[in-house]
């Protein structure tokens, strides 16, 4: 086997990391066409909505406007009638207050200066405005997600199966990171499964987790990594070691499981730069026997599912009781070093 090059283990070490991007809020307006609006109503509610405004920057009227506003008489005194002066001064009418639903009366697109045909323009406020350029607004990704917050993010399965090399789960370590090394923690919860097939009677089998069957294996990008201290391996206190059982009938086909309890490995040494994924897998060599069973395979279960039953039995009877430790999540800690 060739040992990969440094660009082949920073290219992995970035495809692992990927697991723990977190795209940002997606912009998703509502759509008002959805709620039985059609094309002209929304056209028609744009249309008032910008002719409410003066179009001039500086609030200054153009020389075609000026001579407009002439030729109308808009500058000329304005002729008031006896009611009118008559409400002013009985003081019943406010000069400076103008009708509030002035804006919501159909008026002429003449009266507005759109050039082309006439029609009616209304404001109608139920109407949504729709594509109209108002101020511009950033979406971004929050900074105060878990990504800025957590020094790392971990990713793992539960009910992992495997004959013996177990991913028991993947770590990122994030920019929040404040020490270049950190000693890590983690507990799984384990058990045993079996399988298999026999034609024989009475079949048998023992199966156990010898402390000196398991090791931890820790990669970066495909890559094993030199742990500078032995993982320290300790277990939860009704550990199980060690659960025999028997098969119900023959000819069968056979499976199990039993959870064994907690383990935990310490004292994990590792480099904390930015953006480093590592990988921790469970080196377990199966230990079983079998009598009068004519095939039979047992695998290691990691982070052993909360909400599943501790035995578990297809054609075969555990004769020995599972743990009665508690089936907790799986759990990693650490400390700068």
Request: charged share 15%; net charge neutral.
């Amino acid at each position: 086997m060739t040992t990969p090059s440094l660009c082949e283990i920073l290219r992995q070490n970035r495809r692992n990391g990927l697991v723990f991007n977190t795209p940002g809020i997606r912009y998703t307006p509502v759509n008002p066409y959805l709620s039985g609006f059609t094309q002209p109503q929304l056209d028609m509610r744009r249309k008032a909505e910008i002719l409410q405004y003066n179009k001039s920057s500086n609030g200054k009227i153009t020389k075609k406007q000026s001579w407009v506003n002439l030729v109308r008489g808009s500058t000329q005194r304005k002729q008031y009638s006896s009611y009118y002066i008559r409400q002013l001064q009985e003081g019943s009418l406010n000069p400076n207050e103008s009708c509030p639903n002035d804006k919501y009366l159909p008026t002429s697109s003449k009266k507005s200066g759109i050039p082309g045909p006439e029609i009616i323009l209304y404001l109608d406020p139920n109407v949504p405005l729709y594509n109209y350029n108002t101020t511009q607004i950033a979406y971004g990704t929050d900074n105060n997600d878990q990504q800025t917050q957590d020094k790392w993010l971990v990713s793992y399965d539960t009910n992992v199966t495997d004959i013996n090399l177990q991913n028991v789960f993947i770590m990122n370590i994030r920019q929040s990171i404040d020490e270049s090394v950190y000693n890590f923690s983690f507990t799984t919860s384990v058990g045993l499964f079996i399988s298999g097939y026999t034609q024989q009677a009475n079949g048998t089998f023992t199966m156990s987790i010898p402390p000196g069957n398991l090791s931890l294996l820790v990669t970066y990008g495909g890559v094993n990594v030199p742990l500078a201290y032995m993982p320290v391996i300790t277990y939860s206190p009704n550990f199980v070691y060690g659960i025999s059982g028997e098969i119900m009938s023959s000819p069968a086909t056979f499976s199990g499981k039993v959870y064994m309890g907690e383990i935990t490995f310490s004292n994990i040494l590792l480099n904390s730069n930015p953006n480093t994924t590592y990988d921790f897998f469970i080196d377990f060599i199966p230990n079983y026997t079998v009598n009068n069973i004519d095939n039979a395979a047992v695998y290691i279960i990691t982070n052993y599912g909360s909400g599943t039953e501790k035995i578990q039995e297809a054609e075969l009877d555990f004769t020995s009781p599972a743990s009665i430790d508690p089936i907790t999540t799986f759990r990693l800690t650490g400390s700068p070093r």
